[in-house]
């Protein structure tokens, strides 16, 4: 299997690798780098925690007793410091040496131009203390074992007496300790650098696993094949994109079957006409070219024809022009009740033919600003298809009112109805119930609803359908009555 570089799946693997040996990188160096001065640091700590409690038992003690020296002397020997305490005059008033020539406190010391014993004269250490306010730690050559040592100084007041306290402490080596540390590190980093790779797989593989799968189920459904399904596996995000992609993948499947009827519809549209204009025009040419009345009546059809193919033309540019947003409305405040009014009279002779029952609930005085023509187009789409799909002498309610900011219209019959599962689709070219497609009678495109919703769009009106099989369907839509939406085209 080619390893892809660029792939998720290598990419959380590297991060992860990067991360691990990141954080022991990190670890490592600051371990390295900082415990000599950590150790150091804590030494001193300890130190004047020693001095602290040797003060407890020695000079805070009023006595000064000889069991409380004891103590003082083996707390010394238990933590491997030798201590001694001066009074104002430099003399010894106490001393506990665990590190015998080791201790600073036994050997010659050298101030600048001075040299002494602190055990004989203990007045340069008690100045010492003084010229640093009272208070010293330092880190100390051994002249005789050229080791590093601490030595720890305080002064200290009790009893109206001052007394100088000092401790000092060897620093043991760290050569050794931080070989053993860099070869555990060693092994440690091998270990997690291990385990880091083996989790990082299983933890790659696992997110990488359902993106594969759906780029593999991707591919399908370019070719073309809508039966494919995502799994979005355990993630939440992964499982929402594959929701996402699944209904997605519906949709499409939808818009290619209507793509097919559309295809098919629009070719069963011109053809039809075109047919019957070829045959009635041999007809004029072969039979009835010598007889006016056969001639006059066979004219009639294609005329009748020419005049559908013109309006399926016009009715699809009219449908073109307004989804691309190049439609420029014409606004304006006119009477809505008016408007009904009007198409009910177009209407009329098909009302009366079909003996339909057609209610108008409309106030007088009720107004709205819109587009006059294209809102006159939508109610009368409204209304010819309740009169396509109500049977005669059925119920017809033409319903407009204002209600708060919104004034609405519906379109209320009793016919068939529509499915449910058919309700989403209605308002797309050429989408038919009844899959056997036939040409609309009365010269209609089959374009009305997807013509409708493109005029609403534009208005920025909501609009809908509510039907139940049986039963009838509600067609409506609301506008603002304020012209503010017009702003927003």
Known sequence: MKLDVHGIKFNIWLYFILFAAGILALVGGAQLLLIRPYYRSNKISAIKEVASTIQEYVIDNL??????????????????????????????????????????????????????????????????????????????????????????????????????????????????????????????????????IVISLFISNKISRPIVQMKHSANELAKGH???????????????????????????????????????????????????????????????????????????????????????????????????GSYQLKLSTFSLSQKIQDIVRLCQVMIDEHHFQLIVECPKTLMMTADEIKIGQVIYNFLSNAFKHTGDGRKIIVRAYEKGEWVSVEVQDEGEGIKKEDLPYIWDRYYKIDKQYQRAAGGSTGLGL??????????HAEYGVESEEGKGSRFWFRIRKTAEWKFKL
């Open 63 to 196: 006595r000064m007793d000889e069991d409380a020296t004891k103590k003082a002397s083996q707390f010394a020997i238990n933590n491997n410091v030798c201590a001694v305490i001066y009074n104002d005059e430099g003399q010894v008033v106490y001393n506990s040496d665990s590190l015998g020539d080791s201790c600073i406190f036994n050997q010659l010391v050298i101030l600048g131009d001075l040299q002494f014993r602190p055990l004989e004269n203990g007045t340069p250490m008690k100045e010492l203390l003084l010229a640093n306010d009272g208070e010293i730690s330092e880190v100390l050559s051994n002249q005789r074992s050229d080791q590093e040592m601490i030595l720890y100084g305080r002064r200290v007041q009790a009893n109206l007496v001052n007394y100088y306290l000092f401790v000092n402490s060897p620093l043991e080596p760290l050569d050794s300790t931080l070989t053993i540390f860099q070869d555990q590190f060693v092994v440690l980093s091998l270990t997690t650098l291990f385990f880091s």
């Open 450 to 459: 997807a013509i409708v919703k493109a005029i609403l769009d534009s208005h």
């Open 226 to 324: 809508y039966d494919v399904h995502f799994d979005g596996g355990s993630f939440s995000e992964l499982d929402g994109l594959a929701d996402t992609l699944n209904d997605a993948t519906a949709k499409l499947s939808k818009v290619d079957e209507l793509r097919r009827d559309l295809i098919a519809n629009v070719s069963h549209d011109i053809k039809t006409p075109l047919t019957m204009i070829k045959a009635y025009a041999e007809m004029i040419h072969d039979i009835s070219g010598d007889n006016p009345l056969k001639r006059e009546e066979h004219l009639d059809v294609i005329v009748r024809e020419v005049d559908y193919l013109d309006h399926l033309v016009s009715d699809m540019a009219e449908l073109s022009k307004m989804q691309s």
